[in-house]
């Protein structure tokens, strides 16, 4: 532990205050003035009249790269802020909403203090507690250091050697166990799913008491498809033996280290919204293209599966309010069941909620995205899953005349907050993701939609309310005839022939408008098959001129998840491998089209950096960390540069940002347990230093009631803002 250590003894008493004195505080981050809260290495803590802030000790001496946490139940709604101690112990939680806080401080090597009630404008000296031993000590480590303590079968037990499926391979085995199925809905590691809950019942041995478990609730079906349909029902051995080896005392084979250089500088606030049963996907606070759109605005969260709620947060009042999103036809069947990722009711009863059904939705809200006049666009479903005519074969449309399409479960759909209308967009394409493009038209792309990728000509709608005409889809054909050309094509499972082009399954999970040429990228592979990034040139008259380009990852790199580009037009992608990796099409050196040119044809274009955190045990390095979804800040909403790439940490209890090739972590301290699937910046105000701009993400954890706090926690909307040194106010 990274802990500085001041000894008291007699003569050098006085030598070591005139050290401290002048002592060289780390700075990092955004450079402000004096008058902006700065302060000097050495001085003594200074507040403002809305900030606690004090020194933290021990019996160690002052206690360096800890936290210090603020909470309060005297606003609106439940209000928690952390910030980190310096080199010193010193501290400052600046900007406090006027209440009583409890105050206390965790951090690695220590056990959580005694809670002392504060108000703001207050000196509050703390007392940190040492941890009596390893394990009181590792109560308090990020989720992926005791998930990287789960067994990983060794290479030889994989092609048929063992009950593994022969077709799986490790890289198979890990991404399932990892961001693909596991780590893609729930943080695997923190105290809920590292032991074994007793309501579940008792069994002859723990490989039973998680096959029950995996029952449990109304996405019980996509838990076994994976672990029973995928894997063969191997896993539960090994998560058997896992949480058997905790039980008896087994530790972390690894120790974190604590937050060190501009990692102090992070201001951490957080807010509870929303309901203790339902988990939220996401949410939105700006415009992905101009993020002072909405500045000091509301948030709007995504709720999925889980309901048909929008919480909407005031974060300057504090306040939690709510939007029933509606449908617009009576007969349209919840969005539950077969063709859905979570089940009409419980296959078995919960631990925590029995056999109630707490999952509810019609609307299936999976995420919202701004435009330039504050509006927001959700993915959201509006209708029963069969198409109108005008989708179908025989369509005159332009798109259905290439590529019919006969079903979708999830259209568009758009809130205006100025006025609450809630308007439907009636689209032929599947919606999963939603990102505005750059062209003059604010088209709306979308993921999701299997064999196509959508889009809405947004402008158009506005201008003319017919969703018919404004919309429009494309398969993926890549140009394998090398002609420059879209033409007659070959099905995906055919050979490639030289007089056509080939069509490609495609796919996107994450969706990419490219801010420098046009172009449309995606991720491709997520939920089975090659791992990929796939370019799409809409070219002059799309569909008709649509070409697309893929670009594998390659090995030993796997599990492709969500992605994003940053201003140069390099995409920035999640692995299950355990890295963030970037891929630069100027990069490569072969041709870009022709029969060569179908997926392995640049491997140059890749770069990898690995995630932090300790790694699975016996199978080379690597980290544990499975991330869920990848983010730029094109326009430094944080304060660490602009096209700075950020991966949501999901085992790391935090967002982590690669600058300059360093990752940095960005960690949530409070309640333990934090897991985003996306995140959002905003500048609220540029002439504000770091006080007008952050991150904003929610909890989105499937099963919110497994973070710290247990049955009755509700999601959080969490906010991240990076001030020039740990004592700025």
């Known amino acids: 532990m990274r802990t500085t250590r001041l000894l008291y003894l007699g003569m050098f008493a006085i030598a070591i205050a005139v050290f401290l004195a002048a002592w060289p505080l780390r700075l990092s981050g955004p450079a402000l003035s004096e008058a902006e809260g700065q302060q000097k290495p050495g001085a003594a803590v200074r507040i403002d009249k809305d900030d606690i802030g004090g020194v933290v000790t021990s019996k160690n001496g002052p206690e360096a790269g800890v936290w210090v946490i603020a909470e309060t139940a005297g606003l609106p709604t439940k209000f928690a802020k952390s910030v980190v101690t310096d080199d010193q112990g010193r501290y400052v939680i600046p900007d406090l909403p006027k209440a009583t806080y409890s105050v206390w401080v965790r951090g690695y090597g220590l056990v959580d203090s005694p809670k002392v009630k504060a108000s703001p404008g207050k000196i509050l000296n703390l007392k940190a507690v040492v941890a009596p031993n390893a394990a009181a000590a590792a ?44 780590v893609g809905c729930h943080q695997m590691g923190q105290l809920s799913t590292r032991t074994i809950p007793a309501a579940l019942g008792e069994f002859k041995s723990s490989e039973e008491a998680w096959m029950r478990r995996v029952q449990s609730g109304q996405s019980a079906s996509l838990m076994l498809r994976d672990a029973v349909g995928t894997l063969g029902g191997a896993p539960f051995k090994y998560f058997a033996d896992w949480t058997d080896r905790i039980a008896k005392g087994e530790l972390p084979h690894s120790k974190p280290i604590r937050p060190e250089g501009v990692e102090r ?213 890549l140009d394998t005839n090398g002609n420059g050309k879209r033409d007659d094509y070959v099905e995906p499972d055919k050979p490639i022939d030289p007089a056509k082009d080939k069509r490609i399954g495609g796919g996107f999970y994450a969706v990419m408008p490219s801010p420098v ?176 701009r952050g991150l904003w993400t929610t909890w989105g954890d499937r099963t919110p009631w497994l973070m710290e706090g247990g049955k009755g926690s509700k999601p959080r909307a969490v906010h991240f803002q990076l001030r020039p040194d740990p004592l700025a106010k």
């Not at 990983?152 to 009950?163: E, M, R, Y």
């Not at 007969?331 to 990722?341: C, K, M, Q, R, V």
């Not at 580009?565 to 990069?587: A, E, P, T, Y």
């Not at 960005?666 to 985003?676: D, H, M, S």
Request: glycine content about 12%; some cysteine.
């Open 139 to 182: 109560r308090y480590y990020p989720a992926i250091y005791w998930y990287s303590m789960l067994k990983i079968p060794d290479a030889s037990q994989f092609g048929g050697k063992s009950n593994i499926p022969a077709k799986i391979t490790q890289s198979d085995w890990l991404t399932v166990v990892k961001n693909r199925s596991c």
């Open 265 to 477: 500088n992070i201001v951490v606030t957080t807010w509870e919204w929303h309901d203790p049963k339902k988990y939220l996907h996401d949410l939105i606070a700006s415009d992905r293209r101009n993020p002072t759109v909405n500045a000091y605005g509301p948030l709007f969260g995504s709720a999925e599966y889980s309901g048909d709620v929008i919480p909407i947060l005031d974060p300057k009042k504090h306040t939690v309010t709510s939007f029933k999103a509606p449908v617009r036809d009576a007969d349209t069947p919840e969005s539950l069941g077969p063709g859905h990722a979570a089940d009409a009711k419980p296959m078995a009863p919960s631990a925590y909620w029995g056999d109630e059904k707490t999952w509810d939705t019609k609307a299936n809200n999976h995420n919202g995205m701004f435009d330039k006049q504050g509006r927001v666009w959700f993915a959201a479903t509006l209708r029963a899953p069969p198409n109108p005519d005008f989708c179908k074969k025989g369509s005159d449309h332009p798109s259905a005349k290439l590529f019919p399409l006969e079903r979708t479960n999830r259209q568009i759909t758009m809130l205006d907050p100025k006025t609450m209308k809630y308007t439907f967009v009636d689209t032929c394409f599947q919606t999963h993701h939603l990102q505005f493009g750059y062209d003059a038209n604010d088209t709306l792309w979308t993921s999701g939609g299997g064999p196509v990728v959508g889009w809405l000509n947004t402008k158009m709608f506005d201008e003319t309310g017919d969703a018919v005409k404004s919309q429009g889809w494309t398969a993926f054909v």
């Open 517 to 692: 040429d046009g172009s449309i990228w995606g991720t491709v592979g997520v939920f089975g098959g090659t791992a990929a990034v796939v370019r799409l040139d809409p070219g002059p008259n799309p569909p008709e001129t649509a070409l697309a380009e893929i670009y594998n990852v390659p090995k030993p790199y796997f599990g492709i998840r969500g992605g994003d580009i940053d201003k140069k037009g390099v995409v920035w992608v999640s692995l299950g491998s355990g890295h963030i990796g970037s891929f630069d099409r100027r990069k490569c050196k072969g041709p870009l089209n022709g029969p060569k040119a179908t997926g392995d044809h640049c491997p140059e274009g890749w770069s990898f950096y690995q995630y932090p955190g300790p790694g699975f045990q016996g199978i080379g390095e690597n980290s544990a960390e499975s991330s869920y979804y990848t983010w730029v800040d094109q326009h430094n909403t944080f304060g660490l540069g602009e096209d700075v790439p950020m991966s949501t940490g999901n085992l790391n209890d935090g967002l982590v940002a690669l600058k300059d090739g360093k990752l940095i972590l960005l960690r949530v301290p409070y309640p333990l347990g934090f897991y985003a699937k996306g995140f959002d910046g905003r500048i609220d105000d540029p002439n504000a230093g770091w006080k007008g």
